[in-house]
């Protein structure tokens, strides 16, 4: 009898050893996974941080578009239109031209 339980204590220290070095391997995994994941998560981090810079610079350029369209809509717009490009102007403006 003494010779069978020493036999069933064998096996089951062999199956608590075996048991913990599964655990052991898959706490290795789990670690190494770990940094895969981190590494992955800076590099989100870094391109959100791109993109917000982008939405920021576009929503910018947005606001100039805006402006700028607001300021042809009015007379001074098409007043300095109507100077530079068409040579037009009011009656009693005077005009100097260089001489040549």
Not at 9 to 22: D, H, L, M, P, Y
Not at 38 to 60: F, G, P, R
Not at 80 to 86: G, P, R, S, V
Request: charged fraction near 35%; proline fraction near 1%; charge should be positive.
């Amino acid at each position: 009898m003494k010779q069978k339980r020493r036999k069933k204590r064998k096996g089951s220290n062999r199956g608590v050893t075996s048991i913990c070095f599964i655990v052991l391997i898959l706490l290795v995994i789990l670690s190494v996974q770990s940094q895969g994941l981190k590494e992955k998560l800076k590099v989100y981090a870094a391109q959100q941080e791109e993109l917000q810079q982008k939405i920021d610079s576009e929503t910018a350029r947005t606001d100039e578009i805006k402006k700028l369209e607001e300021y042809k809509n009015t007379t001074e717009y098409v007043e300095e239109i109507a100077k530079d490009k068409l040579g037009l102007v009011y009656k009693d403006e005077i005009i100097f031209k260089p001489s040549n």
